[in-house]
């Protein structure tokens, strides 16, 4: 597909947006896994789609339960680029950056080694726009709850809230011990930065906002890129990511949070947006997003169509929240 070179690519999945250019779409699907139990490998169903391909960039975006490259075992090999590799023919396309297994969403890879090394530039310089989005636990008295709270105001007789955002600043180390989660918050890590953002509340919008919320939408933006840190970073808010049992977010049941029924048990983590410039076209801005599959209609309408309200340098602290 030729583009002109100063062109704005974006493309959304799901039917919000539906200017599409790409070469086509792939869809592949799982191979069943004789094994049930959790070992690490890619889960029975887990399945992935291309959603650009313009012959030197490819994105796709994956189920929950997909690895996105192979691990170490051949019972690990089974992996997002892998698959790719295979369904489009190109053994040298390569991952410009990972989710882990149980995160869905937007991928980017590269067909040739000019265009991988141009795409990992643009990771490491963190020029790349990356945004997540998650289901989370809201306990009374959590960061959450307090930051929410002090941004609520009345006009009259309605309660409404302001843009409700915050920062976790908390450093994040590897921890061997079998018994405790293998990520932690300790001071002897390394300093990672996570930038959060209100979506929306599961429940108790109109009469008290906090009264009977359980569960709430986040926008997340990972300014480090630690392993877990989007994981680690909610459970140290006090709002574990729904489906998160390592750090807590199985205390909430899949139909207090809304999850959608066809994936209750899955982890409510989800790349929702990916853009980045062209690495072999200087003058093309990929800009490709993804609705969340645990998110309702109305969620990922807010959530895709909605002001971003992340800037790197903010100075208004209403709802801060900085560890």
Known sequence: LALPSSQTVR????????????????????APLEDADDDGSSRPG???????????????????????????????RDSLQERLRSALR????????????DTS????LARSPEAHAGLARAFEARTVTKRYVARVRVALGSRLFVAASNTTTTNGGRTSLGVVRGEIRAPIAVRRAPATPRVVVASDGRPSVTRWRLVVRTVGWEDDPWRDTTAALLALVPVTGRTQQLRVHLAHLGTPIVGDALH????????????????PQRLCLHAYRL???????????????APAPFASDHENHLLLTGPDFFCEHDDDDRGRTTT
């Open 11 to 30: 493309w959304s999945a799901g039917g919000l947006d539906r200017r599409r250019h790409h070469r086509g779409s792939v869809r592949g699907e799982a």
């Open 46 to 76: 887990a399945a992935f789609s291309v959603v650009y391909d313009d012959g030197d960039v490819v994105v796709a975006c994956k189920d929950s339960g997909l690895l996105t490259v192979p691990g170490i075992g051949a019972h690990k």
């Open 90 to 101: 190109c053994p040298s396309l390569k991952t410009a950056h990972r989710l882990d297994r």
């Open 105 to 108: 969403g937007l991928v980017a």
């Open 248 to 263: 807590g977010g199985n205390l909430l049941g899949a139909s207090a949070a809304s999850v959608s029924s066809s994936s």
């Open 275 to 289: 853009a980045f410039r062209h690495p072999l076209l200087p003058d093309r801005w990929i800009d490709l997003t």
